[in-house]
């Protein structure tokens, strides 16, 4: 155990996963974890697991700060920050010099500008509703009898036309697509379709926020490569996802719980 | 004190006239001066909004479902007693939901125009304040006088001076008492039985703040966030947002909206002729209903520096399209004339939203740091 070095730690405790960073200045290490119906259990098993992994244990921890849905039931944590403030952090650490930040979750979508120390200098969230973020993705799939890799797979057929999606709505959007199955269309074509109906709406929401770029891409929902692109193309910038991108969150809160500790 | 059902009927036997009104551009000054009651009534609360949904649109704005909901089932009962409701133009839903209000109550309905600005509108409003002065008078009964108008005119501007001095007190750091707190102080003018008794209570409450603030006690620490809140009608029932701001550490230390000052920070010029002078007043209401509402962009860049806010949250209803569309220039006035940040929330009067509210409330104040 290395004893002369401050230990920090951001938990990111989302809708979908759980995700654990480890900092001490220099090393840095992230987890993840579903977080099932008990966030809280899941997210403190994964905490346990992470400092076990690191070398270290609870005690060993300086400052634990909370993100994500699930912060204001973490055990363990000094402080609880939004999951805005810590993308930003974390976006703007895994890419320096980020100018836009959008984050798709399991149940939200938010797209945060960011100045050079990874503030937050004006932000929109989707609202209530499930559009637009990785759950309106999963349900579609679903109907589609795909997962996450399957979904991934498809491709065009050479001249194949992306199907129109216009409901916004997860649940008529679902209804929408097994209508277009019944017609005939082929799955690669509908979730092209779906990406492309995704793409726009963030990109109509992000417009608010006048989106500069470099544009980094942080979230779950970033690892879909299909999805990205489509959102590139709509935007007529590049949309990076760093390493870890999944991280942004957890990165943040570790990064701002070691201000916490060296300030 | 009585409760309100006991004292209207008693109000009513004695052989008073009520009049019930929904809108801060109802001219309080008509019905005081034809010796009625006149009341606010209620849209604030969420239960009634599915009786409401039973004749509106269910994707309609709260406050219009949840009006109509409390006027169709007899919840309210201010407007139970009423002897005529004076409604507005001020959108498109209301405008509707007063014609269907009319099938089960006297309803008149004052024609605004789209703007405060130009001198035929001007010249066109004071025409449906004097309209509104006859219906008053036939309807109820009685006669309004110039006299009368000018006693009337000088109450409620007495009550409003007072309600200015009272939103004054909030300028102290700490902020002696919460916007919460601020918002049930200014509710009560909504249902005032006794002016004179109103005003004095008012005066007691002025100098129990001002106490406060001599104490250097507070109902935030010293340096706590402060936030002017702007937007839809937010009063007692529908202060969700207030809430969740105050929950999360900072300090609502104005509420510029209808259910807060908007209707107090202009006087009723008395060297003016008195119909003249009140058609004035309530056309200058800064509403998103005007096209375009240049003064309360003034007015909000002008708060911002008295109360030294950190943000501004513009609070809008889902279907309220004119403060929803307003809320972009909002947003870009106060990025170019201020440092202060913005925040637009949009929401209902449910809870169902609350946490995700919360979220956006909190990274607004993280953004201040």
């Known amino acids: 155990m290395e004893v002369n070095k401050k230990i920090v730690a951001g938990i990111d405790a989302g809708s979908t996963t759980v995700k654990v960073t480890l900092y001490d200045g220099t090393r840095m290490e992230s987890w993840l974890g579903l977080a099932g119906w008990n966030p809280r259990a899941e997210a403190t098993a994964l905490l346990q697991q992470a400092v076990v992994n690191w070398g ?32 930003a952090k974390g976006g703007s650490f895994l890419y320096p010099g980020v100018g836009t930040v959008i984050d798709i979750g399991g149940q939200d979508a938010k797209a945060i500008r960011v100045d050079g120390n990874g503030k937050v200098t004006d932000f929109i969230m989707n609202d209530k509703c499930a559009a637009g973020t990785g759950r309106f ?8 009898g795909l997962d996450v890799v399957g979904m991934l797979q498809l491709e065009l057929l050479p001249g194949e036309e992306v199907c129109t999606i216009n409901s916004m709505c997860t649940v008529f959007a679902e209804s929408e697509v097994i209508g277009l199955l019944n017609q005939g269309h082929s799955r690669q074509a509908i979730m092209a379709g779906i990406y492309q109906s995704i793409a726009s709406r963030i990109i109509a929401m992000a417009a608010t926020i006048c989106p500069e770029a470099p544009v980094v891409f942080t ?30 969150g957890a990165i943040g809160a570790a990064l701002y719980a070691w201000d916490e500790v060296t300030k | ?33 034809a010796g009625a009651l006149g009341f606010s009534l209620c849209a604030t609360k969420e239960e009634p909004i599915a009786d409401g949904e039973k004749s509106l649109p269910r994707n309609f704005c709260p406050l219009i479902k949840s009006s109509y909901g409390f006027a169709v089932t007899d919840k309210c009962p201010y407007f139970l007693y009423s002897d005529l409701i004076v409604g507005e133009t001020t959108c498109d839903g209301k405008k509707k939901m007063f014609e269907l209000m009319s099938d089960f109550k006297p309803v008149h309905v004052m024609k605004l125009p789209q703007s405060y600005l130009d001198d035929n509108d001007k010249a066109y409003w004071l025409s449906e304040v004097e309209k509104l002065k006859t219906v008053l008078e036939t309807t109820l009964d009685a006669k309004i006088t110039e006299e009368g108008l000018v006693q009337a005119i000088r109450i409620l501007n007495e009550e ?29 003018r909504n249902f005032v039985f006794d002016r004179a008794q109103f005003a004095e209570q008012m005066k007691e409450m002025i100098s129990d703040v001002k106490e406060i603030i001599a104490s250097g006690k507070g109902a935030f620490p010293k340096g706590a966030k402060r936030v002017i809140v702007t937007g839809v009608p937010t009063g007692v029932g529908a202060e969700k947002v207030l809430k969740i701001i105050e929950d999360c550490g900072a300090a ?6 209808c259910a807060g000052m908007k209707q107090f920070v202009t006087l009723v010029d008395e060297s003016k002729p008195p119909m003249e002078a009140i058609a004035e ?9 005007m096209s375009p509402n240049p003064r309360r962009m003034e007015y909000l860049g002008q708060l911002v520096e008295d109360y030294r806010a950190d943000g501004v949250v513009d609070i809008v209803w889902q279907g309220c399209h004119t403060y929803n569309v307003e809320s ?13 940040q913005f925040l637009h929330i949009e929401t209902d009067y449910s809870q169902g939203d609350a946490e995700q509210i919360k979220t956006r409330v909190q990274a607004f104040l993280e953004m201040m740091n």
């Not at chain 1, 929902?221 to 991280?247: G, T």
């Not at chain 2, 609502?252 to 909206?257: F, L």
Request: a positive charge; glycine letters at 6%.
């Open chain 1, 137 to 144: 993705i999963q349900v579609i799939a679903n109907a589609l």
């Open chain 1, 219 to 248: 979230g779950g929902v970033s690892q879909n490569v299909c999805l990205c692109a489509a959102l590139e193309n709509k935007l007529n910038m590049p949309v990076i996802v760093p390493d870890k991108a999944v991280f942004a």
């Open chain 2, 252 to 257: 609502v230390v104005y509420i510029e909206n």
């Open chain 1, 56 to 87: 270290t244990d609870l005690d060993g921890l300086a400052y634990v700060i909370g993100t994500g849905y699930g912060r204001v039931n973490l055990p363990f944590v000094s402080k609880s920050m939004t999951e805005i403030t810590c993308h």
């Open chain 2, 328 to 340: 972009r220039i909002v947003k870009d006035f106060l990025k170019k004339n201020s440092k202060t």
């Open chain 2, 1 to 33: 004190m009585s409760d309100p059902v006991t004292l209207l009927k008693k109000a009513k036997e004695a052989g008073k006239k009520v009049v019930g009104f929904y809108c801060v551009f109802a001219p309080q000054e008509l019905i005081l001066a």
């Open chain 2, 160 to 188: 409003r001076l007072l309600m200015q001095e009272l939103a004054g007190l909030m300028k102290a750091d700490p902020v002696p008492v919460t916007g919460q707190d601020l918002l049930k102080l200014m509710w009560g």
């Open chain 2, 281 to 289: 007043k309530y056309l200058n209401t800064p509403c998103s209903c």
